[in-house]
């Protein structure tokens, strides 16, 4: 079965200063694909970047880049320049073969100014 | 741009009742998606959609839970009969044929009572 670990407790992040944060996964499949997903205080779930398992290069999307590692089954993604708006609940999943989503339980990163 | 939206975005409703939660999802899409995050926990997938019928569903997706695309542009997810433990927000996406992105409505929060 698949499965998504973020373990990392709740972070405080400098209002233009750069987080990571941390998503490991596991899976006995070769095609797969991992999201990062965002979920401000008001509940909606934000897409934010997406790594397939045989792209080379890793996903960047404006400020966000993932930062994939497929032999330590890592994806960690990198928010630089944080703003204010950056405050909320990230989750990282990975696409199962059916095309589900399974997720982690979310990182909470709160960025002050 | 094109988005999911969800209606009622809140639905308080007593133990045993039927609910129905309604999704609209992307025009062009063709797969469908259910999940659910109680609340302070992951999202949990529910069940995805495809071609008219059920593709893939999960353990909890059991005999009071069911979906239904009405007409073409609606999809809707219904509980039967209502426990306490269905208290949660439920959210609709929908993805395009060759892509991997989901995009997730709003949702809808429901409390039973």
């Known amino acids: 079965a698949q499965k998504i670990t973020q373990t990392q407790p709740g972070m405080f992040v400098q209002e233009k200063e750069a987080v990571t944060l941390d998503c490991t996964y596991d899976?006995?499949?070769?095609?797969?694909?991992l999201f990062w997903y965002k979920q401000p205080s008001s509940g909606e779930m934000i897409f934010l970047i997406y790594?397939?398992?045989?792209?080379?290069q890793n996903a960047t999307e404006g400020r966000y880049s993932l930062n994939f590692q497929k032999a330590r089954k890592s994806a960690n993604l990198v928010i630089s320049a944080s703003q204010l708006g950056d405050s909320a609940m990230y989750f990282c999943?990975?696409?199962?073969?059916?095309?589900?989503?399974?997720f982690g339980k979310g990182n909470q990163v709160v960025v002050i100014p | 741009e094109p988005e999911v939206t969800q209606t009622p975005s809140h639905q308080v409703t007593q133990m045993g009742q039927e609910v129905i939660l309604r999704c609209v999802p992307i025009?062009?899409?063709?797969?469908f998606y259910w999940y659910r995050q109680i609340l302070g926990q992951k999202v949990e997938f529910l069940v995805s959609?495809?071609?008219?019928?059920?593709?893939?569903k999960s353990e909890i997706f059991d005999d009071q839970f069911s979906v239904e695309r009405p007409d073409g542009s609606n999809f809707t997810l219904k509980i039967r009969s209502t426990k306490l433990e269905d208290s949660a927000m439920y959210f609709c996406?929908?993805?395009?044929?060759?892509?991997?992105?989901?995009?997730f409505g709003p949702g809808t929060r429901l409390t039973v009572t």
């Open positions: 996406a929908s993805k395009e044929r060759f892509s991997y992105e989901q995009y």
């Open positions: 899976t006995s499949d070769q095609s797969y694909g």
């Open positions: 790594q397939g398992s045989y792209d080379e």
């Open positions: 999943a990975m696409r199962v073969p059916d095309n589900r989503l399974a």
């Open positions: 025009s062009n899409h063709l797969y």
């Open positions: 959609f495809y071609n008219n019928e059920i593709s893939e």
